[in-house]
């Protein structure tokens, strides 16, 4: 039995039995929460989670993937492997196709984050000490976070139709920056 994983880090030498039972009550706390879809009811459970795994000295960045992604299957995965388990490593699945989205849709989502991002960019301006009296700095916004005016699919179409870029964690760019310019 290896005692390290690549995805949750090097296995504690020895954890008391109580936190064990702990973790796994804990767990399943969490994972009704997640299937009863309210999300609002699984965050204070997440939250007790994440400190239970910090006492069990998982490796923080483990951690903050799991409780950030809400990711229920790798609560389970991580429970059963400080009990002792072998985890089978994860492999990656090729990224989907990008979903169908109607062109009315997509101008639509274009028009409301074009809005957003000038707003953004806007708004950091306003502060003291950028306008032009100043020391005439700019805006250093070039990302924001999608509007949930829409879902995520729209997103992803735009990104695969190459009106926007992705830069991660839910942000995205303009592939022409145009937005805001005088």
């Given at each position: 039995?290896?005692?390290?994983?690549?995805?949750?880090?090097?296995?504690?030498?020895?954890?008391?039995?109580?936190?064990?039972?702990?973790?796994?009550?804990?767990?399943?706390?969490?994972?009704?929460?997640?299937?009863?879809?309210?999300?609002?009811?699984?965050?204070?459970?997440?939250?007790?989670m994440?400190?239970?795994?910090?006492?069990?000295?998982?490796?923080?960045?483990?951690?903050?993937?799991?409780?950030?992604?809400r990711?229920?299957?790798?609560?389970?995965?991580?429970?059963?492997?400080?009990?002792?388990?072998?985890?089978?490593?994860?492999?990656?699945?090729?990224?989907?196709?990008a979903?169908?989205?109607?062109?009315?849709?997509?101008r639509?989502?274009?028009?409301?984050?074009?809005?957003?991002?000038?707003?953004?960019?806007?708004?950091?301006?306003?502060?003291?000490?950028?306008?032009?009296?100043?020391?005439?700095?700019?805006?250093?916004?070039?990302?924001?976070?999608?509007?949930?005016?829409?879902?995520?699919?729209?997103w992803?179409?735009?990104?695969?139709?190459?009106?926007?870029?992705?830069?991660?964690?839910?942000?995205?760019?303009?592939?022409?920056?145009?937005?805001?310019?005088?």
């Open positions: 039995m290896s005692d390290v994983n690549a995805r949750f880090g090097k296995r504690p030498s020895h954890l008391p039995p109580q936190l064990l039972a702990e973790l796994a009550k804990q767990a399943s706390v969490v994972g009704a929460a997640v299937a009863s879809t309210d999300a609002a009811a699984a965050g204070p459970q997440w939250g007790a994440h400190k239970l795994l910090l006492k069990a000295k998982v490796e923080p960045g483990a951690i903050m993937k799991l409780v950030a992604n990711n229920a299957a790798g609560l389970s995965d991580i429970v059963r492997w400080l009990h002792g388990e072998e985890i089978a490593e994860v492999i990656e699945a090729p990224a989907p196709t979903p169908v989205v109607e062109p009315e849709v997509m639509a989502a274009m028009k409301i984050f074009r809005k957003r991002l000038r707003y953004a960019r806007l708004d950091a301006e306003s502060r003291l000490g950028v306008g032009p009296m100043s020391s005439g700095k700019r805006n250093e916004i070039d990302a924001v976070e999608a509007p949930r005016d829409y879902p995520t699919s729209v992803l179409a735009l990104v695969a139709a190459g009106r926007l870029k992705s830069e991660g964690k839910g942000f995205y760019a303009l592939v022409n920056d145009d937005v805001g310019e005088d």
